[in-house]
């Protein structure tokens, strides 16, 4: 390849920038300034996703710096509880004054959404956020043909709270001895994750919170981060919702970057590591296919500032200390947000982009997925071991466990397969 990630991130940790935290500040806001007006150049109408966090309302604060006009601006909400950005989004567009559309979608607009994944994906596609992403961009399309988004702000900056997570565990666990933290690994392990429930059952009230529910799958979830030969893989255990060799009839994961293949990345950190890993696997594989293909499925077109190459390479120059500082994710980032935003608009917790399909899989949506988990279903296809998938479905409709993610990777397994016959 003419531009390589991974070298681009070696590259700027071999020469990191000099200047002041101020002046790398001055130095983002160009640049991303710059980019952001490049990418505003279009002989068709032109908007913004806007979800109030701190990567959407930087790009959209930059281009109404640079609009002689209101930026048109786009979110969707839901009314259900700890689900919906809308209001955040209505706050920051009202103090930048864009020309802003907002939708509150039902449930059932949503779930509607549903049965055209498959075809908007044409693979199984199992990132749950492609539903609302779909939504807000069939709402931007009754209104422009292109629109930026600020997707590659958490990779670029440090924004996953999973960053320091995984570095601080690795930190603990690498001081012991690998054979050590292999022989406990195996002693979890040699109880199934039921007879471990059925052994602690009595203790769930005297257990630490995180144990009380589903403590079996809890300590299995350990023991593999227990016999983590390195960071990456953590990594890997973040990344997976199941080991396909116990779900898949057959199946081996091929080697990647995440297994079997490693990346140098010389002079790496955990957190940086991390970071890299996310932008080479995550961000293309799953972050950029999923608005991607929403977006082009309502013959919309998308476009990533925050990906221009020059903004890729100034963000791996800037220090670690400038992306997390005391305990602030993106520190950079929002000083120059905080230059066009009062930080009292922008400071809450992180929220992300998601919809609650674990409790629509409890209630509207439970026959749909109960007819594609069908255990004869299953064994008939001869894709998948029903028993991990019947055990996982019968936790979650009991309540002891929330397993939305692993169940949507295999209900969307299954929803692809059902169209392909």
């Known amino acids: 390849p003419y531009w390589s990630g991974s070298v681009i991130a070696e590259q700027g940790l071999a020469h990191p920038f000099s200047g002041t935290a101020s002046e790398a500040v001055d130095a983002l806001e160009a640049m991303l300034k710059l980019a952001i007006g490049q990418q505003m150049v279009a002989d068709v109408p032109l908007g913004a996703f806007l979800s109030g966090g ?15 006009r209101p930026v048109k601006t786009f979110t969707i909400g839901l009314h259900e509880q700890g689900y919906n950005e809308a209001e955040h989004a209505l706050a920051v567009a009202r103090h930048l004054g864009t ?16 049965p055209r994944l498959p075809d908007l994906y044409s693979e199984p596609f199992a990132d749950a956020s492609q539903i609302p992403t779909f939504l807000v961009s069939q709402l931007a399309r009754r209104h422009v043909t292109v629109s930026l988004s600020g997707d590659a702000g958490d990779e670029l900056f440090a924004g996953y709270g999973r ?6 565990h690795w930190e603990r666990i690498g001081r012991l001895p690998p054979v050590l933290r292999k022989l406990a690994a195996g002693g979890i392990r040699a109880l199934s994750p039921e007879t471990w429930n059925a052994v602690l059952g009595p203790l769930r009230p005297v257990l630490p919170g995180s144990l009380r529910a589903a403590p079996g799958e809890k300590l299995h979830q350990g023991a593999r981060k227990l016999a983590a030969g390195r960071i990456d893989d953590l990594y890997l ?29 010389p002079g790496l950190d955990g957190i940086q590591r991390l970071m890299a890993l996310d932008t080479l696997t995550y961000l293309p594989d799953d972050i950029l296919v999923k608005v991607d293909r929403a977006a082009m499925g309502v013959s919309l077109e998308s476009r990533v500032p925050f990906l221009d190459h020059r903004v890729v390479e100034f963000a791996w120059r800037i220090p670690q200390s400038m ?13 120059v947000l905080y230059r066009h935003v009062p930080r009292e608009l922008i400071e809450r917790p992180k929220q992300g982009f998601s919809v609650p399909i674990g409790d629509w899989l409890r209630g509207p949506l439970r026959d749909w997925a109960e007819s594609l988990l069908d255990e ?20 979650h409709l009991s309540g002891r466990r929330n397993a939305q993610y ?16």
């Not at 997390?324 to 980032?333: E, Q, S």
């Not at 004869?376 to 936790?395: K, Y």
């Open 323 to 335: 992306k997390l500082r005391d305990g602030t994710a993106k520190w950079i980032l929002r000083q």
């Open 54 to 68: 701190i990567d959407s309302s930087t790009v959209v604060a930059l281009m109404q710096t640079q609009s002689s």
């Open 237 to 265: 255990q973040w990344s997976s919702r199941w080991e396909p060799e116990n779900l898949v009839i057959g199946g081996r994961e091929p080697p990647t970057c995440l297994r079997g293949r490693p990346l140098p990345l």
């Open 99 to 114: 020309d802003h559309t907002e939708l509150y979608v039902t449930p059932e607009q949503a779930m509607d959404v549903i």
């Open 163 to 168: 960053y320091v997570r995984n570095s601080r």
């Open 406 to 421: 692993p169940l949507w990777g295999v209900l969307m397994f299954q929803a692809w397969l059902a169209g392909q016959g």
């Open 376 to 395: 004869s279903r299953l064994r008939r296809e001869g894709f998948f071991d029903p028993a991990p998938i019947r055990r996982t479905w019968a936790a």
